[in-house]
């Protein structure tokens, strides 16, 4: 229950495309988060929502914390080149650590 | 200014012999964390260090693994008696303060247990 599952492992599209990409879990949690990391590089925080519904956009990035509490989808729009990495969705894991999900892969087709 | 940073950046070492992974936070971040990833994972909770408090270890794998944090900056994780599984990218992240969803990561270490 304290698992985050997201899907799609990985992703393979050509640029300009939009992505869209979840993460559920069978708890009910009060934070998602989602962050992005570049090869060699440690992630970095996107989007954080903490509402039921809310709907959140940072640039090409929408997110949305699901209506149940328990899923959140992340949307790109328009791919770019530097849109390549690891979209991670994590949650907090008691007061502290994050709990991070298992990751998408997302590569852009030249 | 100057991000978390990390050294060394690689490290390979036979199965068996110690490891020292160093993680120098952000400037005034009281909150300092551990997280491993294994090849084609998520990030894995290792520990994490606020102030003066108590560390929170329960994310440790086993004995093998200690960190400690001087002076409240810099960090050290130390893996004892390496085995294969222990290859991964150990990454470190801090936080202005304890329980922040913004937590800045470093650029990891990359760790190679031959």
């Known amino acids: 229950g304290q698992q985050l599952n997201q899907s799609p492992q990985s992703m393979f599209i050509q640029e300009g495309e939009d992505v869209s990409m979840n993460c559920t879990s069978s708890?009910?949690?009060?934070?998602w988060l989602w962050y992005k990391q570049d090869p060699g590089e440690g992630p970095v925080l996107l989007i954080a929502l903490y509402k039921a519904g809310e709907l959140t956009s940072n640039g090409r990035l929408t997110a949305q914390f699901g209506i149940t509490r328990k899923d959140s989808f992340l949307n790109i729009s328009a791919s770019i080149p530097s849109d390549v990495g690891i979209y991670f969705c994590a949650r907090r894991g008691g007061a502290q650590k994050l709990v991070f999900g298992q990751g998408t892969r997302l590569t852009i087709n030249p | 200014g100057a991000g978390v940073s990390q050294s060394p950046s690689n490290k390979v070492t036979e199965k068996g012999k110690d490891v020292e992974l160093r993680c120098d936070p952000i400037?005034?971040?009281?909150?300092l964390y551990w997280y491993r990833q294994s090849l084609g994972q998520g990030l894995e909770f290792l520990i994490y260090f606020q102030g003066n408090s108590a560390p929170d270890k329960s994310g440790l794998p086993s004995d093998r693994f200690s960190a400690e944090r001087t002076g409240g900056s810099v960090s050290t994780l130390t893996i004892q008696r390496t085995q294969q599984e222990d290859s991964a990218v150990y990454l470190c992240?801090?936080?202005?303060?304890?329980?922040?969803?913004?937590?800045?990561f470093g650029p990891g270490t990359r760790l190679t247990v031959l």
């Open positions: 992240a801090s936080s202005l303060r304890e329980a922040a969803d913004t937590q800045y």
């Open positions: 400037s005034g971040h009281t909150a």
């Open positions: 708890s009910i949690f009060n934070t």
